[in-house]
């Protein structure tokens, strides 16, 4: 199994930057499929971004492409999600995610992990 836990959220003002961070515990990051997602209040839980393992690609939302970087640290064992240009609409609780599939397509859906951290609130002021 794989422990996660997400930190680095906050309140900021649009057009801020945050850095969320995913630190993986039990297991080695490297080989695990790494997804963020997110969820606003009455909101169902939403694909932001996913980091294949192995080399394999990145994908996100269109709403935060250009906006929103994924990256990883194996020596760390910790995967960011990197935030600029933050607007309202990114508010949310954030959390990350975790699989050992090396998925071929983008792995946007909930079930698609079998391991979620506790999430970090982002709230983005206008």
């Known amino acids: 199994q794989v422990q996660l836990v997400e930190s680095g959220g906050g309140l900021v003002q649009a057009g801020d930057s945050l850095r969320l961070s995913c630190a993986a515990s039990?297991?080695?990051?490297?080989?695990?499929?790494i997804g963020w997602f997110r969820q606003a209040p009455g909101k169902e839980r939403e694909f932001v971004a996913a980091?294949?393992?192995?080399?394999?690609?990145?994908y996100y939302k269109d709403s935060v492409k250009g906006r929103f970087t994924i990256s990883r640290v194996n020596a760390k064992n910790t995967v960011y999600l990197q935030m600029n240009s933050l607007k309202p609409d990114d508010t949310a609780i954030y959390y990350c995610?975790?699989?050992?599939?090396?998925?071929?397509?983008?792995?946007?859906?909930?079930?698609?992990?079998?391991?979620w951290g506790q999430g970090t609130q982002v709230t983005v002021s206008s």
């Open positions: 980091s294949i393992w192995g080399g394999g690609s990145t």
């Open positions: 039990g297991r080695m990051v490297s080989r695990y499929t």
């Open positions: 995610a975790a699989d050992s599939k090396r998925f071929l397509g983008v792995p946007g859906r909930t079930n698609d992990y079998a391991y």
